[in-house]
């Protein structure tokens, strides 16, 4: 094996010695909206790790034209970012009009490949790895090949992977390709309590469980564990008196939390350590976990056997055996959540998306909504 092959075999280092982990929130802010002119007389947004909403484009960054059939969503299974695309992707019905490929559960330094499609070649891109989508458009691109990331058709082109953006574009700038009885994941009478709840969930739980675990040294790892577990505490005190985390309806911020939610128990609990308690230990936070997943746009997306192989395979710093464990017994997920209790309904005034299509539906065993056939 060459030194190059040597190179490519690895999965990468996750963890700096001594450091605190920091998330490299450096992304392609190009933005796909409806009217490019109109967007670019907006002033430029601030600085946001969450996203923003009723600004223009950020400095350098380029418009794009809404085109149903333009562009497709390259989103693994696995990863809690790109998992809030395709829930948010789900919920407004823009499967016909955004298509989305699927790389694999496990990457090397390179990033994602196509390995699960036929011949290892995405279909529609006809790529081997995301990074050819993302040198088409930027030659040698420096930083990290991340999912999601919205391609463009026709060029190959990588047009965006500013995942905090993507799916605020999709309520907003989409909006015309909605399916009939689409929820408001935006609503206006909670934007403004929205913002801080949702900042919060990020920078404490979304990253928080990856601040743990990628945490460099002794120090680092337990002042990461107690900001986790306060936020934790904080959370299923709020869960305590509404059914969702702005009240009687799922908005953006549910589907934000969720993602890692969904991943706690098969894998922060124990590969990141943050296992102070396991989820299914908490009351209202568990409750509020399985009802969303029981929920058509959300449950349907979680692939627990990739989620568990991406992280205990692709993290070899963190778990130098690659071993993916066997357990947690996910069967629960769908036991009785109880938070009707609570009022409300999931979609409001809306309804909730149709059945997934079958190209697109989790594989059998892998996800308790869809158990294995019997012989």
């Known amino acids: 094996m060459g030194k190059s092959e040597q190179q490519f075999s690895t999965k990468g280092a996750y963890v700096t010695g001594g450091a605190e982990f920091t998330r490299d929130t450096n992304y392609i802010e190009d933005r796909i909206v409806r009217d490019p002119e109109a967007v670019k007389q907006l002033p430029a947004p601030p600085q946001s790790s969450i996203g923003s909403l009723g600004y223009g484009l950020s400095d350098g960054a380029e418009a794009w034209p809404v085109e149903p ?34 790389p694999g559960p496990v990457h090397d330094v390179r990033s994602w490949t196509f390995d699960l499609d036929e011949g290892g070649v995405d279909p529609i891109l006809g790529t081997e790895r995301l990074q050819e989508n993302y040198f088409t458009r930027f030659p ?69 469980v990856y601040r743990c675990g990628f945490a460099g040294s002794q120090d680092a790892y337990e002042t990461a564990y107690a900001r986790l577990w306060e936020a934790f505490d904080w959370l299923e005190e709020r869960l305590s008196k509404h059914r969702y985390l ?8 549910d589907v934000r939390l969720f993602t890692t939610l969904a991943r706690f128990d098969p894998v922060y609990h124990g590969h990141f350590k943050t296992n102070r308690n396991k989820l299914a230990e908490m009351e209202n936070l568990w409750g509020y976990a399985r009802d969303l997943f029981q929920t058509p746009g959300f449950g349907d997306t979680i692939d627990f056997v990739q989620i568990k192989q991406h992280y205990y395979i692709t993290h070899e710093d963190v778990n130098p055996t690659q071993i993916v464990p066997s357990g947690p017994d996910l069967g629960n997920w769908l036991d009785p959540h109880d ?37």
């Open 339 to 375: 938070r009707e209790r609570l009022g409300g309904s999931p979609f409001g005034d809306g309804t909730a998306p149709g059945p997934v299509s079958e190209h697109e539906r989790i594989a059998a065993g892998h996800n308790p909504l869809y158990p294995l056939l019997s012989d």
């Open 69 to 102: 059939g333009r562009y497709r969503l390259v989103a693994a299974n696995a990863c809690p970012w790109a998992n809030r695309t395709v829930i948010v992707r789900r919920l407004l019905g823009l499967e016909d009009v955004i298509s989305l490929g699927r």
């Open 140 to 208: 040698g691109y420096p930083r990290g090949i991340t999912v999601p990331a919205i391609v463009d058709i026709p060029t190959g082109g990588v047009v965006t992977n500013d995942y905090p953006q993507i799916t605020l574009d999709f309520s907003t700038e989409w909006r015309e390709y909605h399916r009939e009885g689409a929820p408001n994941l935006l609503p206006e009478s909670t934007l403004d309590d929205m913002w801080p709840v949702i900042k919060r969930v990020f920078t404490e739980v979304n990253n928080g």
């Open 246 to 253: 702005m009240g009687a309806t799922i908005t953006e911020a």
